[in-house]
Nanobody
Framework: QVQLVESGGGSVQAGGSLRLSCAASGGTFSQYAVGWFRQAPGKDREFVGAISWSPGTTYWPDSVKDRFDIFRDSAKNTVYLQIDSLKPDDTAVYYC?????????????????WGQGTQVTVSS
């Protein structure tokens, strides 16, 4: 069973950038799609992007596709979420998740494996 660990969150000013990492242990990302979600206080968990393992196609909701990017480092068994032009509305706990699917799902229910989350706080 794969375990996921996120890192890279922090407090930044609006307009800044962050790169979040999702490292897998106890297994590899091979044959797993990886999704990124975020959850702000009092709100539902929101899909912010995903990447299929093969061929590495990325998927985005319209709300973030111009500012977010996902890429992977197979040698490090790590998937990254790059967030640029951060806004205060991006403040949330960010989670990565993995699931065995050819086309990543935008629904949290599609992913059986989750990391513990990393906090991103954006100040104006």
């Amino acid at each position: 069973q794969v375990q996921l660990v996120e890192s890279g969150g922090g407090s930044v000013q609006a307009g800044g950038s962050l790169r979040l990492s999702c490292a897998a242990s106890g297994g590899t990302f091979s044959q797993y799609a990886v999704g990124w979600f975020r959850q702000a206080p009092g709100k539902d968990r929101e899909f912010v992007g995903a990447i299929s393992w093969s061929p590495g196609t990325t998927y985005w909701p319209d709300s973030v596709k111009d500012r977010f990017d996902i890429f992977r480092d197979s040698a490090k068994n790590t998937v990254y979420l790059q967030i640029d032009s951060l806004k205060p509305d991006d403040t949330a706990v960010y989670y990565c998740a993995a699931g065995s699917m050819l086309v990543p799902s935008s629904a949290p229910e599609g992913y059986p494996y989750w990391g513990q989350g990393t906090q991103v706080t954006v100040s104006s």
